[in-house]
């Protein structure tokens, strides 16, 4: 019962539950509230047949619903019924009035039309009002990007690159802001990189152009600069020599001749051609148009790459300067190559130096000095090699005159040329030396012209001519009567008058090397001593040695070289009046022409000796003696009487040379002829001598002292000359007297009579007699009587021959 009760009671709450869920599903059904499938689904979720129930439920919930509406509209039915009725009292005067709100409508319509029209256009007119405005204000704002754009481009056609970047610089930073919505603003933003590139190139352009017309005209601009610098020392020069006229009058005499003085005349030209190009002094900027570089800087300076162009503008200016630098091979063969060299450089730097003025930063002092300093090697490094083939003094002259000009030029544009002077001092050497070849040739011309006879003077005009040439003074001379000759030959006065030549010559280069007179002093004389001891020195000695220099011509130079030697004082007055450089002066160098003309002269002494021997022996080779004669011919040989002839008419013309000369030549010719002479007895291939012979022999040598005692040159004492044919004297005494015994018990004795005769050689020539005897005995056996003088004397020989060998033995041990 209880367990029965207790299911009624869940029946019972269950019951009433899904009363309560059904309650709550029609509530939210009747609130609208959507969605409903949760309520719904609880319904469906409990029992099968709860569908039904819940249908059931929601009937009598209709039911009720419907009820309840029922009520209501019973309540206000009456009052809906007046509604209606009013409504319908109502409704005719609804039609009335909406037949005239229609026609009012119409109306209002019709008036309105016109009105709307109106308003639409003034709509219309108010829209386009405003858009003209609108365009207008944005007009005003494109107009002046418009007009920079329009003015870029102009100047971009009429070049003016550097304005069109400013115009450029305008439109970014001021005119294209305001605008850059618009696209054709987008395309000029585009257009500028564009634009600067082009101005860039089309300025670089320029630049390239601009340095090939520089290199074109480099020689031109370096031309009028060196110009101008010689024009300005011209003028310096000019003034200077007006203000010290005796001063370059004693400069320049010339042969002990004072030329006309002509300074006034080439001041006032100089001063005429300077008033005359006054007015055409042309610089660097009025031969080459230098504005694209300056626009070229300016350009790619206001693009921020001014280092850029810089560097390239300094390595192509390099590359040019190396270029220029380089010579043509041929230079060195005329003075217009070297001009043209140094036009080049000269224009070269002027460019450098006005750039450097009128541009900052472009050029620097430090980069024009670094280019000068390899510039500066690079030139003497050419001219060095280039002066080397130079042979003519002229061109060397020129090229120096050339240099002087050249360094004058660029140190007026402030570059430093020290080296260029010390380099000149190496060419002076040089120019020294082709002068030296030059004189050279003058002084064999000279000599070959020259007659080597003194010089005939008919009256006093030749005299004077003559002296006012060559220093000459003898008071003994000027004693005697026209005509009359001087000691000299012709070319003594022609080599004096060609060694101040030379010293002109070897001045005019050292002229503008702001040297010292000093030093222009020391340069003189040494270069005159080099000419004096080498190039004159060489030209005697050469002239000495020539084959066709007889005894005649050879006495002549040496009195030519006495009077040459006499004059080297007077040169050295010369130099001293040309430098106004005491010779008492500490540094002052002397002319060494004493040694030279001594050494001339001692060399024409031996020559003279060497020729006077070679003379002799041309005689002696003509001597035919008979070796085998049984007697003598009774007087002297032919060849031998000619020799003593030649020897004292040789003789009579040394009466000019110094007496020590013309003693010393005769005593060496005697002992040359004694010495042949010997010579000729004690010849290896001469076999045998007879007695005759040496007889005869005596004949000869009797006559060559005979010459000797005659004094064919004064100045001998007593016996001097004849004692160089002692020894062949005491030979053929000692054979012609046969004298062995005294000469074998003397022998060795200071006080022998024999005392000259070696016993070697009284051996060689005995044992030529020996052998002659023998011969001589053969073809004279017939003669019985004979026989035995000759066996006497053989063996007397043969005795004599034993004790000489003997004696020579005795020697060669003793030695």
Request: aromatic share 10%; charged share 25%.
């Amino acid at each position: 019962m209880a367990r029965k009760s207790k299911l009624n009671l869940l029946e019972l709450y269950s019951e009433e539950n899904k009363d309560q869920i059904y309650e709550n599903v029609f509530a939210e059904i009747e609130s609208f509230e959507l969605p409903l499938g949760t309520s719904l689904r609880s319904v469906y979720d409990d029992q099968p047949n709860a569908h039904q129930r819940f249908m059931e439920k929601l009937d009598a919930c209709i039911r009720n619903h419907d009820r309840e509406i029922e009520k209501m509209c019973n309540f206000h039915h009456q009052g809906f019924v007046d509604a209606i009725t009013e409504l319908l009292k109502v409704r005719a005067d609804a039609g009335k009035l909406k037949v005239q709100v229609t026609d009012t409508n119409r109306r209002l319509q019709d008036a309105g039309k016109e009105v709307i029209a109106q308003t639409e256009e003034i709509i219309r007119c108010r829209i386009q009002q405003r858009n003209i405005t609108t365009v207008v204000e944005k007009l005003q704002l494109c107009l002046p990007v418009l007009e920079m754009y329009s003015k870029l481009k102009e100047q971009m056609n009429v070049k003016r690159y550097y304005s069109a970047l400013k115009t450029m610089e305008q439109l970014e930073n001021t005119y294209l802001p305001r605008v850059s919505q618009y696209r054709f603003c987008q395309i000029m933003i585009e257009n500028l990189p564009k634009l600067r590139e082009e101005i860039k190139e089309i300025s670089m352009s320029d630049l390239k152009d601009f340095l090939e017309s520089i290199r074109k005209h480099s020689d031109k601009i370096g031309e009028t600069a060196m110009k101008q610098a010689q024009q300005q020392k011209t003028f310096n020069t000019a003034l200077q020599k007006q203000n010290n006229v005796n001063y370059g009058r004693n400069m320049y005499v010339i042969n002990g001749r004072v030329p006309e003085p002509k300074y006034e005349i080439t001041f006032k030209r100089t001063l005429e051609e300077e008033d005359e190009h006054e007015e055409e002094v042309l610089t660097a900027h009025d031969l080459v148009d230098f504005s694209p570089v300056y626009r070229c800087l300016h350009i790619y300076s206001v693009l921020g790459d001014g280092e850029t162009f810089e560097n390239y503008y300094r390595k192509q200016r390099r590359k040019q300067a190396r270029l220029v630098l380089q010579p043509q091979s041929s230079m060195h063969e005329t003075v217009e190559g070297y001009r043209r060299y140094f036009s080049q450089i000269v224009g070269f730097f002027v460019v450098e130096d006005h750039i450097l003025h009128v541009t900052q930063g472009l050029v620097t002092r430090a980069y024009t000095d670094e280019l000068w300093n390899m510039a500066l090697s690079k030139i003497i490094a050419v001219l060095r090699t280039h002066t080397s083939y130079c042979t003519d003094p002229d061109l060397v002259l020129e090229l120096k005159n050339l240099i002087v000009v050249f360094a004058d030029t660029l140190q007026g544009y402030g570059f430093p040329v020290n080296r260029l002077f010390d380099l000149l001092f190496e060419i002076r050497d040089q120019y020294n030396e082709t002068l030296l070849k030059k004189w050279a040739g003058l002084f064999r011309d000279i000599f070959e012209a020259d007659n080597y006879s003194p010089i005939p003077v008919a009256n006093e005009e030749e005299y004077k001519i003559v002296i006012s040439k060559f220093p000459f003074q003898d008071p003994e001379l000027d004693k005697q009567s026209f005509p009359k000759k001087l000691p000299m030959s012709q070319s003594v006065p022609q080599i004096y008058i060609q060694v101040k030549e030379f010293i002109y010559a070897s001045l005019k280069f050292s002229e503008s090397l702001h040297r010292s007179s000093t030093e222009i002093d020391d340069m003189l004389r040494k270069s005159t001593n080099l000419l004096l001891t080498r190039t004159l020195s060489s030209c005697l000695q050469n002239l000495i040695k020539k084959p066709h220099i007889g005894l005649t011509e050879l006495v002549q130079i040496i009195i030519n070289t006495t009077h040459l030697e006499q004059a080297c004082k007077y040169l050295e007055d010369f130099i001293t009046n040309i430098t106004n450089i005491s010779q008492e002066t500490v540094h002052t160098a002397r002319l060494y022409g004493l040694s030279t003309f001594k050494d001339a002269r001692h060399a024409a002494e031996g020559e003279i000796y060497t020729k006077l021997n070679q003379k002799i022996d041309e005689f002696i080779q003509l001597a035919d003696y008979d070796w085998t004669m049984s007697e003598p011919a009774g007087r002297a040989s032919g060849y031998l009487m000619d020799l003593i002839n030649f020897l004292r008419s040789t003789f009579q013309v040394f009466t000019h040379l110094p007496g020590k000369v013309a003693q010393t030549a005769c005593m060496s010719a005697c002992q040359h002829l004694s010495t042949s002479l010997m010579q000729m007895l004690l010849d290896s291939e001469l076999k045998q001598i007879s007695m005759g012979a040496v007889q005869q022999f005596n004949l000869d040598v009797i006559q060559c002292e005979l010459f000797a005692s005659s004094e064919p040159v004064p100045g001998f004492h007593g016996d001097t000359l004849q004692l160089a044919f002692i020894d062949l004297r005491q030979l053929l005494d000692l054979f012609m007297v046969w004298d062995w015994s005294t000469y074998l018990a003397d022998y060795g004795q200071p006080t022998s009579k024999y005392l000259r005769v070696n016993p070697s050689t009284a051996l060689t020539l005995l044992e030529k007699v020996h052998r002659g005897m023998k011969d001589t005995s053969k073809k004279n056996n017939i003669f019985a009587q004979f026989r035995k003088n000759d066996r006497d004397k053989q063996k007397l020989i043969e005795t004599v021959v034993k004790q000489l060998r003997s004696l020579v033995n005795g020697m060669s041990q003793h030695t």
